[in-house]
């Protein structure tokens, strides 16, 4: 392997993250304005869809057989249909805070999926690098609660962003080895096809029920955001990362999305660093330092050839 490679897989996957934390705010602020979640859903599907299928015309193209194509339907469900909607119409109920901390569930699913499914260890190194990356990023919005939307979250909001979670940690431990048998655009018009065919005949009324001339440019702006930000260079950058890293430790990038809120804060002059917040950010990266280092069972098996 490439000695590069692991340090862009794990650019990529802090930059998808960066990216999906400003999608929580945005998103959000769209959803206040106009656009209900799984409308929202449906420009991101539809949208990601397009814009990779587009990009597909500029690369080689690779052949794909029927049993793959339909594979790639069942991949859809998990790692957009579920995610997507569990997570978009969660944020459109709940507030961005409630949100962002359910999202530090994901790498505790990962984990547990792992070792159910792949076999991974969970050595303490893991558990240890999960722990400390979730005291950080729950650390980070209680010291930032004062900063941020004060009003209080709805609890089907919070379940369907767990949820989301949990069906993206499935889909990481399900589908981890098949991705890789195809480049990142490959992977992402196929899937995002296929939830746009699941999704749209449920969302077409929604969408067609928009008052389209009510919504305003910064509404607009925002969802556009969403749509090419958060869904087709986000995608990109996280399929790139998961060619190389393991599900665990793309899960607990996680923990950087709530990170970057503060940091708009401050860049913004609406927020201050405070000591809890400079701690929040070391707990997050020795928790993602952790688990990166923590052993996975291929690692384990050699050890034990070696020694033996």
Same mark, same amino acid.
């Given at each position: 392997m490439d000695k590069h490679k692991p340090l862009f897989a794990h650019l990529c996957m802090f930059s998808a993250c960066a990216i999906w934390g400003l999608m929580s705010p945005v998103g959000k602020d769209a959803m206040l304005h106009g656009i209900d979640g799984l409308s929202m859903v449906s420009f991101r599907v539809a949208g990601g869809a397009l814009l990779f299928w587009l990009a597909s015309l500029f690369v080689k193209t690779e052949p794909v057989p029927l049993?793959?194509? =339909?594979?790639?339907?069942? #991949?859809? %469900? +998990?790692?957009?249909v579920c995610n997507q909607c569990c997570f978009t119409i969660g944020l459109s109920l709940t507030s961005p805070g409630n949100a962002s901390i359910c999202t530090t569930a994901m790498p505790i699913f990962a984990m547990l999926l792992s070792f159910v499914i792949l076999r991974e260890? $969970?050595?303490w190194m893991k558990a240890g690098g999960v722990l400390l990356g979730c005291c950080g990023a729950l650390l980070l919005i209680l010291t930032s609660v004062v900063h941020a939307d004060a009003r209080v979250g709805n609890i089907r909001g919070d379940v369907? /962003?767990?949820g989301a979670q949990f069906s993206y940690a499935l889909f990481l431990s399900l589908f981890n080895k098949f991705i890789k048998k195809y480049s990142v655009v490959t992977v992402n018009k196929w899937m995002f096809l296929w939830a746009t065919l699941i999704v749209w005949p449920f969302s077409f009324a929604h969408v067609a029920g928009i008052e389209w001339a009510s919504i305003s440019l910064v509404t607009w702006s925002e969802t556009a955001y969403v749509v090419f930000f958060g869904? +087709? %260079?986000?995608? $990109? =950058? $996280? /399929?790139?990362? &998961? &060619?190389v890293l393991r599900p665990t430790v793309i899960a607990t990038y996680n923990y950087v999305q709530p990170l /970057? #809120? /503060? *940091? %708009? #804060?401050?860049l913004m002059g609406i927020g201050v660093l405070k000591w809890e917040q400079a701690l929040s950010v =070391? =707990? %997050?990266? *020795?928790g993602v330092w952790l688990v990166t280092k923590s052993k996975s069972r291929r690692d384990l098996e050699q050890t034990a050839k070696l020694s033996a």
């Open positions: 049993r793959d194509r =339909l594979k790639f339907a069942a #991949a859809a %469900v +998990f790692g957009l260890p $969970i050595t369907m /962003v767990l869904t +087709f %260079v986000g995608y $990109i =950058l $996280i /399929v790139n990362a &998961q &060619q /970057v #809120a /503060v *940091s %708009v #804060a401050l =070391l =707990l %997050v990266f *020795s």
